[in-house]
């Protein structure tokens, strides 16, 4: 076998140097990503024991409610009325209990996150609904209405675009929003009675306080097991219950 019979190696690829920097460099990457979900789930407070608790037990109480609401509503415009109304509720404490009584990735509890405050919008609107359509009339009925759900699309789109925004700005949104029949308040006490106005009035301050507590964050009784937040869904339960007894007297009340 001569010189030129033998065989001579294969020449290396030409990206062969590269080939162990760039798989360093993957491996480096992956440890970085590795790193900040682990910075992001150390950051993140630790949830009360009980959070989320008291609206995952109010979401089938807020179904039922809901179902005898529609079939004896006195008409049929109470009864899409209190359907408005009872959606929005279902959706409110729904999502909530979710996105509370469980840890999310940061994905998912982005997108929870919007939905839970977007909701919060969705239930203002809902519950003025009833009382709109079953108490007022002619162009007050319209210009509420439209009112209250212009600028609940306007809060939702807000929320959802912004989700990072603080407290101290969209906190005065919802109760701006909350109090928009402040004017119309007369009419209510003409057609409704003494007692229904009562309830909304009673409903918008405990809502407006249980507002109060969640932008300032105070009082916080027991972080560990029942802070700020249990606070404020607690006053959400009381105005949401306040304000169905209202609902209930008029949609039963009402004719065709």
């Known amino acids: 076998m001569t010189a030129e019979d033998t065989p001579k190696p294969l020449p290396a690829p030409a990206d062969a140097p590269l080939a162990a920097p760039l798989a360093a460099l993957d491996h480096a990457a992956d440890a970085a990503d590795a790193a900040v979900d682990a910075a992001i789930e150390g950051a993140r407070p630790v949830k009360p024991r009980l959070r ?3 609206h995952a037990g109010m ?16 008409s049929p415009q ?5 359907t408005v109304y009872s959606v929005s509720a279902w959706l409110l404490f729904g999502v909530s209990a979710i996105y509370h009584r469980f840890t999310w990735g940061p994905r998912g509890e982005a997108v929870l996150r919007r939905l839970d405050h ?3 919008f969705l239930i203002i609107a809902g519950t003025y609904t009833p009382f709109t359509l079953l108490l007022l009339h002619g162009g007050k009925r319209e210009m509420l209405l439209w009112l209250v759900w212009a600028g609940a699309l306007a809060g939702i789109g807000f929320r959802v675009f912004w989700v990072g925004a603080p407290r101290w700005l969209y ?5 701006a929003l909350g109090w928009a029949a402040v004017f119309f308040l007369p009419d209510f006490l ?7 106005l009562v309830l909304i009035v009673l409903g918008g301050l405990l809502y407006s306080a249980g507002g109060v507590i969640y932008g300032l964050k105070r009082p916080n009784p027991s972080p560990r097991w029942f802070g700020f937040h249990e606070v404020f869904h607690s006053f959400t339960l009381a105005a949401f219950i306040v304000q169905y007894v209202g609902v209930s007297i008029v949609a039963y009340s009402a004719t065709s």
């Open 59 to 74: 979401f089938p109480a807020s179904v039922i409610g809901g179902i005898v609401l529609i079939c004896l509503a006195g």
């Open 118 to 120: 977007a909701n919060i």
């Open 190 to 196: 003409k057609t409704g009675g003494v007692a229904v």
């Open 171 to 175: 906190t005065p949104c919802y109760l």
């Open 78 to 82: 109470a009864r899409v009325a209190c």
């Open 52 to 54: 989320g608790w008291l």
